[in-house]
């Protein structure tokens, strides 16, 4: 679809919707919260269409006062201001009609693991687990830790998170992947530098409505909650562990005293596990030029290293480096990992389409 058949599609859609929820004509209770939502998200990009066309009116209006010799030198100038100005909001309105995905205002489940490192993979596990919830504190999101494996010195096996809040996902997407640290460990008394890495995966949290889970195709398995070391921490049988039979991943939750409260994170950390496989299977039918964008989703791709000696981060799918590795820790930097993360997957969608 063309660029100005895509700007008539979004302006008749946001008439149609606003008519049809102020007579409310036609539209079944049910569907009025849905049409709501989609008003809202409509309304922004028709404004800024609307803007476009107007600006598009102008600059022909401008180039028509040419002819005129008592207007010519005003015309000019208008042409020349508006020549500028109408590439970069054209641009604008093409980057709010790309496609949107339907998970990036989901709020999301983040992982991550200890990779290849030993002790020293842990505690980066552990400062990367940080990173994200200090960044979800000043985004004003909600971060609750639904589970946390550490090891004799504080580092953490695994962490898990619920975060919520607005465009979650959307901000988080690109964190999936392996993160890769080069540093001198606190274990490490002749001060050589060691490389160790972790593993991060954000999900996005599945509903009730976005896929059906058999009962029938679980197996659940209780048992008692265990310590660091192994150590029983308790001794009723609260620990949960919940196999999806057909898809054969396994989720573990024995953070909470209730074996009810253990199944029902379990539940929301396989929900999200088994909505993010459907939609990894779907984006690979649906595009082999996926590889080639930021988004790949890969969990066995090294995407970051964070380089303590030198200051510096580097995020090897854009090729950017920025030399605040301690802002980046502490969340204040991160944005402009996200944002370039962000632009340089907009940029690849828009050249598929063209």
């Given at each position: 679809m063309s660029l100005q058949a895509n700007l008539e599609r979004v302006l008749a859609r946001h008439k149609e919707l606003e008519a049809m929820l102020a007579s409310g004509d036609g539209v079944a209770s049910q569907d009025i919260a849905k049409l709501s939502r989609e008003l809202s998200e409509l309304a922004p990009v028709a404004e800024k269409v609307t803007e476009l066309k107007e600006m598009r009116k102008e600059l022909e209006d401008a180039r028509s006062l040419l002819e005129d010799p008592d207007m010519e030198d005003m015309a000019a100038e208008e042409i020349e201001r508006l020549e500028k100005e109408l590439p970069a909001l054209e641009h604008e309105v093409q980057i709010l009609l790309l496609p949107k995905d339907e998970a990036d205002e989901k709020n999301a489940i983040l992982e991550v693991r200890a990779g290849t490192g030993g002790d020293e993979a842990a505690l980066f596990a552990s400062d990367l687990f940080g990173m994200y919830q200090?960044?979800?504190?000043?985004?004003?999101?909600?971060?609750?830790?639904?589970?946390?494996?550490?090891?004799?010195?504080?580092?953490?096996?695994?962490?898990?998170?619920?975060?919520?809040?607005?465009?979650?996902?959307?901000?988080?997407?690109?964190?999936?992947?392996?993160?890769?640290?080069?540093?001198?460990?606190?274990?490490?008394?002749?001060?050589?530098?060691?490389?160790?890495?972790?593993?991060?995966?954000?999900?996005?949290?599945?509903?009730?409505?976005?896929?059906?889970?058999?009962?029938?195709?679980?197996?659940?398995?209780?048992?008692?909650?265990?310590?660091?070391?192994?150590q029983h921490v308790n001794t009723t049988e609260s620990a949960v562990r919940i196999t999806h039979i057909p898809s054969g991943i396994v989720v573990s939750q024995q953070d909470e005293k209730s074996q009810h409260k253990n199944r029902a994170k379990a539940m929301k950390i396989l929900r999200?596990?088994?909505?993010?496989?459907?939609?990894?299977?779907?984006?690979?039918?649906?595009?082999?030029?996926?590889?080639?964008?930021?988004?790949?989703?890969?969990?066995?791709?090294?995407?970051?290293?964070?380089?303590?000696p030198q200051g510096r981060v580097t995020d090897h799918r854009i090729n950017l480096t920025l030399y605040k590795i301690d802002k980046v820790i502490s969340g204040e930097a991160l944005d402009e990992l996200v944002d370039a993360l962000t632009a340089e997957d907009e940029a690849a969608r828009l050249a598929a389409l063209s």
């Open positions: 200090r960044y979800a504190a000043q985004k004003g999101w909600k971060f609750e830790i639904m589970e946390i494996s550490e090891n004799d010195i504080g580092g953490y096996k695994e962490a898990i998170a619920e975060i919520s809040g607005r465009s979650v996902f959307a901000r988080l997407k690109f964190e999936s992947g392996v993160h890769r640290v080069q540093r001198v460990p606190v274990t490490e008394s002749g001060g050589r530098i060691h490389t160790s890495a972790a593993t991060v995966a954000v999900l996005p949290e599945a509903e009730d409505v976005d896929l059906e889970i058999e009962e029938k195709d679980l197996r659940v398995d209780v048992f008692r909650a265990s310590g660091a070391g192994g999200a596990r088994l909505y993010d496989h459907e939609r990894q299977r779907l984006a690979d039918e649906r595009a082999a030029d996926r590889k080639g964008q930021v988004g790949s989703g890969d969990r066995s791709e090294r995407i970051r290293t964070y380089n303590f």
